[in-house]
């Protein structure tokens, strides 16, 4: 396992450029075999989870390019409705694709997906609302989805979970008749994904709302060459925690604010100065910032789960109290045992961790468990006192291009171990 090593108190100067969402593109990614010809995503990074979908598309019978930044994916050859297992229990991701499958293919065999190791990450929504599309589910860790046909019906969500209702729009589209969503997810990479495929020629109503309208269509015949997705809005946030652990000032480019304002809202004022302009954000730190009193993640346009932990991580340096609420998962706060290490003051109780600022926080030895948790140890690591060491950089590699270089082009002391 790789690792960086950072030795703290740089303050962060500079731009820094985000790219396009890995949590858009991995279900545009599995949006294609739904087509018989190429599409460019453009403006994408070669991050570690879409290498691993895209493995799973050539596995799959289908092919990917890069040109440059632009993402060439061709599912037209794709012929094998069985997604592999090992690569399958990597990602999440992966289950987004039974949906597609299933409406091109009729049948699809699959095992559970992977992912982020917080907690029980389980399936059965996707999987109840396939059956009502006219699915036929047997087996439990190998799964086998069968039907003769998909008709549109009636869904409603337990829980506006953002990868279920992206598997059910993807399945419906050319399911017979209509099919309605309720209680579907609003992230923003829902309606990107929508925006992607209305111009293949599907007709899907209400994205970003919490009824989605899917008029199920013959085939997707509207033959686009490229798609820009939108940019991670979780990649800026994190920038933008980074900047002020560090007291620094960075212009993020590349940023859709519109996309950060539960964030923007809770540091405004909080000794920083903000700027936005329609494709970026310029971020000025003033001093320590204040306790960020209660705060509690949940669906968008709430506060974002994958950004709780880079929260948690700069609260720990704050002057005063955060409680963050975690609203999503059950069990996502891995990362406050390893903040611990660096001596923060943070209690957790059950779905909430209190946080007690102290900005006499110091290097340690760190393991990055998950992705967000993994990009929480960079943010305080950075603002911390002495060197810190933070192994897993694999797992943070899964979402974060690059940012060992774009954190020392700002002026971090940071290295790759
Ligand atoms: C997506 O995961 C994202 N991943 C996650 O980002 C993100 O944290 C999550 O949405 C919430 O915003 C991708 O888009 C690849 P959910 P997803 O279904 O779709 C429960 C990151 O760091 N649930 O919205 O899997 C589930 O356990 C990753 O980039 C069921 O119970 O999340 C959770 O408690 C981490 N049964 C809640 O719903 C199901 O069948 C929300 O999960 C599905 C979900």
């Known amino acids: 396992m790789s690792k960086l090593i950072i030795n703290g108190k740089n303050k962060l100067y500079g731009k820094v450029d985000v790219k396009s969402a890995k949590n858009a593109i991995l279900p545009l990614i599995a949006s294609c075999v739904l087509l018989d010809f190429e599409v460019g995503f453009l403006n994408c990074n070669e991050i570690g989870d879409v290498s691993v979908m895209l493995d799973i598309i050539k596995s799959l019978g ?20 069985e997604l592999p297992c090992e690569l399958s229990k990597k990602i999440r991701a992966s289950v987004f694709l039974l949906g597609p499958l299933l409406a091109r293919f009729r ?116 033959k686009i060459s490229y798609f820009k997705p939108i940019t991670d809005r979780i990649e800026v946030g994190t920038y933008m925690l980074a900047t002020l652990n560090t007291g620094g000032e960075v212009e993020i480019s ?50 974002p789960t994958d950004l709780q932990s880079p929260l948690l991580a700069y609260a720990c340096s704050l002057n005063g109290k955060t409680v963050i609420e975690e609203g999503v998962f059950k069990n996502r706060f891995a990362i406050a045992n390893e903040l611990k290490k660096m001596n923060a003051n943070i209690y957790i109780d059950g779905n909430r961790a209190v946080i007690n600022g102290t900005n006499r926080l110091h290097g340690a030895v760190l393991n990055a468990s998950d992705l967000r948790s993994g990009a929480g140890l960079i943010i305080s690591a950075l603002g911390a006192e002495g060197v810190s060491e933070i192994s897993g950089l694999e797992v943070i590699e899964r979402g974060y291009f690059e940012i060992d270089k774009k954190l020392k082009q700002l002026g971090a002391d940071i290295t790759k171990g």
């Open 107 to 222: 049948k699809v065999s699959a095992v559970t997906p992977g992912g982020c190791n917080f907690g029980e990450r389980p399936i059965g929504m996707h999987l109840d609302g396939l059956k009502m599309l006219g699915a036929e589910v047997s087996g439990s860790e190998h799964l086998y989805l069968r039907a003769e046909k998909l008709t549109g019906a009636k869904i409603e969500l337990p829980f506006p979970s953002v990868g279920v209702t992206e598997n059910l729009i993807m399945a419906s589209c050319l399911a017979e008749g209509e099919t309605v969503i309720i209680n579907s997810a609003k992230e923003p990479e829902i309606a990107c994904l929508c925006s992607f495929l209305n111009r293949l020629g599907a007709k899907i109503y209400g994205a970003g709302t919490s009824r989605i309208t899917v008029h199920g269509v013959k085939k997707l015949t509207n």
């Open 254 to 303: 590349g940023a859709n604010f519109l996309h950060n304002t539960s964030l923007i809202k809770k540091i405004y004022n909080n000794t920083c100065k903000i700027s936005l302009e329609s494709d970026k954000i310029y971020l000025k730190c003033c001093g320590v910032g204040n306790g960020l009193g209660f705060i509690k993640t949940a669906p968008y346009p709430s506060f």
């Open 62 to 81: 289908g092919k990917y390019r890069y040109e440059g930044d632009t993402l060439f994916v061709d599912c037209s050859s794709v012929y094998i409705p």
